[in-house]
């Protein structure tokens, strides 16, 4: 299993800025995921981080407002942007190994005020 | 769409006590992860089913996987108040996973 680390683990900030979440790998992995988990409910993907080309988005996630990189195959981040409070949620990352298992970071907790 | 269901969506049980928590799709799944996420925390990953009818056991835990590929199981044995968490079923095709909406347990001492 691989294991990885995110920052910050939690924040607050007000409506209109931006945040910026860092996921770090301890190996390299080919897939990249971004997962948002509102309060009381499960996973959804925001996107998957493609390394050395544009992420590829999910239905209803546009990059205006979660731009992603992806610089290389240990470190990706995920930018939330002009924040509103229903952005509120959970931010995991989570890579994919070669057995096609996913695992996952602890997660950023966002609170938008 | 691959959807999947998972119930019950709530639970509270007394330490001690067993039981079973299911995962349910119309849609055939090349493989079946169950994983617990605990407050604060990402979800940890506890199994991986593949096979159709795959029976694995971790300790306390009994996973199946449904002969189909379209379903699954956990059971839980003697249950303790460290088993409490969200636990989240998530049905693979390839390298795209689709994620149930969890069973919440909680487990009273």
């Known amino acids: 299993s691989a294991v990885i680390s995110q920052k910050p683990s939690r924040d607050i900030c007000q409506r209109g800025t931006s945040l910026t979440i860092q996921c770090q790998v301890d190996s390299q992995v080919t897939m990249m995921f971004w997962y948002r988990q509102q309060p009381g409910q499960s996973l959804t993907l925001i996107a998957t981080?493609?390394?050395?080309?544009?992420?590829?988005?999910e239905s209803g996630f546009v990059i205006d407002k979660f731009p992603i990189s992806r610089p290389n195959l240990t470190f990706s981040t995920l930018t939330v942007s002009n924040m509103s409070p229903e952005d509120s949620s959970i931010y995991l990352c989570?890579?994919?190994?070669?057995?096609?298992?996913?695992?996952f970071g602890p997660g950023t907790r966002l609170t938008v005020t | 769409t691959q959807l999947l269901e998972q119930s019950p969506q709530f639970l509270s049980i007394q330490e001690g006590e067993n039981l079973t928590v299911y995962c349910n799709s119309s849609s055939v799944f090349s493989s079946l992860q169950w994983y617990r996420q605990e407050p604060g925390e990402g979800p940890v990953l506890l199994v991986t089913v593949v096979t159709g009818g795959e029976v694995k056991k971790l300790k306390r835990l009994t996973f199946q996987f449904g002969d189909a590929r379209k379903d699954s199981s956990l059971h839980i044995t003697a249950a303790q108040p460290g088993d409490t968490g969200l636990y989240l079923c998530?049905?693979?095709?390839?390298?795209?996973?689709?994620f149930g909406p969890g069973t919440r347990l909680s487990v009273l001492p």
């Open positions: 989570s890579v994919l190994n070669r057995t096609y298992e996913q695992y």
């Open positions: 981080a493609n390394q050395g080309s544009e992420a590829t988005y």
């Open positions: 998530a049905g693979s095709y390839g390298q795209n996973f689709v």
